[in-house]
């Protein structure tokens, strides 16, 4: 899952959503999306910091803010990126 972008996210979604309802049609909606991205994004920090990703310790309310702070970072890196070209 590491080597994994958000864009991967994004055209898996619209793979699924082209399907045919009989061929495993699937709408993830938007909230959906974007926590798979963020998931993405919280996955990332921990091969950054050489760790592995665990869910231990968190319960539904945690992995939620965990996630949403890995988003928040992932656009402050790209935001810098972009400044910096």
């Known amino acids: 899952m590491t080597d ?10 619209e793979l699924y959503a ?4 009989n061929a495993g049609h699937t709408y993830f909606g938007l909230q959906h999306t ?3 991205k963020a998931t993405l994004d919280w996955v990332q920090d921990f091969v950054c910091l050489s760790k592995v990703p ?5 319960n539904q309310e945690s ?3 965990a996630i949403l702070v890995a988003a928040q970072r992932a656009d ?6 972009n400044d910096a070209s």
Do not use: C, I, S
Not at 54 to 58: A, D, I, Q
Not at 76 to 81: S, V, Y
């Open 54 to 58: 665990t869910l231990e310790g968190l």
């Open 76 to 81: 402050t890196r790209k935001k810098e990126a």
């Open 4 to 13: 994994r972008t958000a864009m991967d996210v994004t055209e898996l979604q």
């Open 18 to 21: 082209k399907r045919a309802q």
């Open 63 to 65: 992995f939620k803010a």
């Open 34 to 36: 974007k926590r798979l």
